[in-house]
């Protein structure tokens, strides 16, 4: 009965989570030309809304961001007491990768 009570705090509490962040330096961003270069979105994979593609990693890192992705979303928590979220899917302004003096990068689009 101890333990069941543990799990249910464990689930409640944040400080029981594991690092569930990704970020795209820890990926290859190296690269001579832009289509070297992919969007991706860093930030918690556990976050209810996702995260806007604002960072830009060599394509060839791409399945790589993407399935540590996947196992990331795989370890959350579930959602438990904690109130539905709206997500505004407008609020995510698309910029475009390009390589910049050889390191993926992004910018805003000027077009």
Not at 32 to 47: K, R
Request: hydrophobic share 40%; with cysteine; net charge neutral.
């Amino acid at each position: 009965m101890r333990s069941l009570l543990v799990i249910a705090l464990c689930l409640a509490a944040s400080a029981c989570r594991l690092d569930t962040t990704i970020d795209a330096k820890d990926y290859t961003q190296t690269c001579t030309a832009n289509a070297d270069c992919v969007l991706v979105a860093e930030g918690d994979a556990c976050s209810p809304c996702g995260g806007c593609q604002t960072s830009a990693i060599n394509v060839s890192a791409k399945a790589s961001f993407d399935r540590d992705v996947t196992t990331l979303k795989n370890s959350c928590p579930p959602r438990l007491f904690q109130p539905p979220v709206a997500c505004a899917a407008a609020a995510c302004l698309q910029p475009e990768a390009f390589c910049n003096a050889g390191t993926c990068d992004s910018r805003p689009v000027t077009r």
